[in-house]
């Protein structure tokens, strides 16, 4: 059982980025599906939430209105849409999840996997 994250890379100021975060072992049903980010020197910060089953999303405030969390069951997988994307942004992504989770306790766990962590640099 493992969470799989991909979609980082190199992107200027301004530009997108989508983030997928795959389990392989498992299905995600009653899951809460979080991505968290950590930049050097920096303590991890819980960026976004979806619960699976019934779609409800959280967003940290500096990401709300640039970033979007879905979900797609036919492919078991969860996105993270990344857009108007700044310097700040800049740091490794890692998505875990929780079965039975809530987005409003996103910080506090206890998590079930975690997936490794996906580079995601803005910069011109």
């Known amino acids: 059982v493992q969470l799989q994250a991909s979609g980082g890379g190199l992107v200027q100021p301004g530009g997108s980025l989508r983030l997928s975060c795959t389990p392989s072992?498992?299905?995600?049903?009653?899951?809460?599906v979080y991505w968290f980010r950590q930049a050097p020197g920096k303590e991890r910060e819980g960026v976004s939430c979806?619960?699976?089953?019934?779609?409800?999303?959280y967003y940290a405030d500096s990401v709300k209105g640039r970033f979007a969390i879905s979900k797609d069951t036919a492919k078991n997988t969860v996105y993270l849409q990344m857009n108007s994307l700044k310097p700040e942004d800049t740091a490794d992504y890692y998505c875990?999840?929780?079965?039975?989770?809530?987005?409003?306790?996103?910080?506090?766990?206890?998590?079930?996997?975690w997936g490794h962590g996906t580079q995601v640099t803005v910069s011109s």
């Open positions: 979806i619960r699976v089953d019934d779609g409800r999303t």
């Open positions: 875990a999840t929780t079965y039975g989770g809530s987005c409003q306790k996103m910080n506090e766990g206890p998590y079930d996997y």
């Open positions: 072992g498992f299905t995600l049903d009653h899951d809460a």
